[in-house]
Every structure is written in structure tokens, then in C-alpha cells.
């Protein structure tokens, strides 16, 4: 069975994992892309509460990309054999993933004194869900990332290919939501007044 998955990769040029995530991503971009669909319809019927977003999703924005940029060097660092640094800008990554979610908490909390609460109109609920699923998502990117540094730092450093592969996964997955949170934020604001 090995060899037939071995075979059948060569014949593709994409490793199976590879394409089981890029449909995911599939699969992820389509439901945003429901979401935002959703978003313009419902605002066309009326009834909606306009409000200016909190400042802090720019805060936010600026993380998310800063840790896109760590994790690209850590995945650089590790490709050539840089131990110390790979470990250490791994772990900023992870550090400005869960910065990113408490800034979106903080997001949240800002809307809420501003009185965009959840309930009050759909305008802010939709903001509340979009950026809470996202938020979801990039949790599984910081799950994703706790067990690349448990590798990194239980396992004896090895730039083998496997290991290169499961890295791998994670930088596209992180880059990833890191793209869609910027194409949200962009959607947001084009959005308020």
C-alpha cells in the first residue's frame, strides 16, 4: 500500500498531505466566501447598524502578518540547519498567534462598549461571527504550531524530509489565515463608514 502512495505521489508531483490541506483551504475559502456574500445581502435589505471598527483589529492586523513573516524564517532558518534561530523565531510565531486571538478578544470588547453588541443588529453580529470562526481557525494554527515546537525541541535536530513536510504544512496553513484575516479586515473596512 506504501508503494502505491509512494508511486502515485511521484506521478502527481503533490505530496497527499499537501492536497488534503489545500482542500481544506478550498473548503474554508468557500465558507467565507459565503459569509462575506451573506454580509453584503443582508446589509442591502436595511436596517443596519453602521459603526466605525475598533482600532485594535489594526493592531491585530499588524501581528498576524509580523508572525506570518517569523514563521517564514523560522522554516528558512530550519531549511538551513540554524538551529538556535529556527527554535526561536518558531516560538515568537506562537507567541504572536495567541497575542493575535487576545487582540481580537480585545477587538471584541471594544465593539461591545461602543454598543455594537452581538444582539443589537446583524451588522455587528456578522462581525462577531466572521472574525470568531476565523479566530477559530487560527487556533488550529496555534495547535498546529505547539506541536511544531514540541518537535523542535524534544526531538534531535534533523532536517529530514518528513520532518520538512509536516513544517511545511504548517507555514502554508498559518500563511494561510494570515491572508484570510487580511482579506477580512480589507472587507470590514471597505464596509464601514
Do not use: C
Not at 517564514?72 to 538556535?84: D, K, L, Q, T, W
Request: proline share 4%.
Amino acid at each position: 500500500m506504501a508503494q502505491v502512495v509512494q508511486r502515485e505521489y511521484r506521478s502527481s508531483h503533490i505530496h497527499p498531505l499537501k492536497f488534503a490541506l489545500w482542500v481544506g483551504i478550498a473548503s474554508i475559502v468557500m465558507m467565507f466566501g459565503a459569509f462575506t456574500s451573506a454580509y453584503l445581502v443582508r446589509r442591502a435589505a436595511g436596517n443596519w447598524y453602521e459603526f466605525k471598527l475598533p482600532d485594535v483589529f489594526w493592531g491585530s492586523t499588524f501581528v498576524i502578518l509580523l508572525s506570518s513573516w517569523t514563521l517564514h524564517a523560522s522554516y528558512r532558518a530550519f531549511n538551513r540547519g540554524v538551529e538556535h534561530l529556527y527554535k526561536r523565531l518558531l516560538t515568537a510565531t506562537l507567541a504572536l498567534g495567541l497575542l493575535f486571538v487576545g487582540l481580537q478578544y480585545a477587538g471584541w470588547q471594544a465593539m461591545t462598549a461602543m454598543g455594537a453588541t452581538f444582539t443589537v443588529n446583524p451588522s455587528s453580529s456578522f462581525i462577531y461571527v466572521i472574525s470568531g470562526v476565523h479566530a477559530l481557525h487560527v487556533l488550529g494554527g496555534i495547535a498546529a504550531l505547539i506541536v511544531a515546537l514540541i518537535y523542535a525541541f524534544v526531538l534531535p535536530f534533523k532536517p529530514t524530509p518528513r520532518r520538512r513536510l509536516r513544517f511545511q504544512l504548517v507555514v502554508h496553513y498559518w500563511h494561510f489565515v494570515d491572508v484570510l484575516w487580511v482579506y477580512l479586515f480589507v472587507f470590514f473596512l471597505v464596509q464601514s463608514p
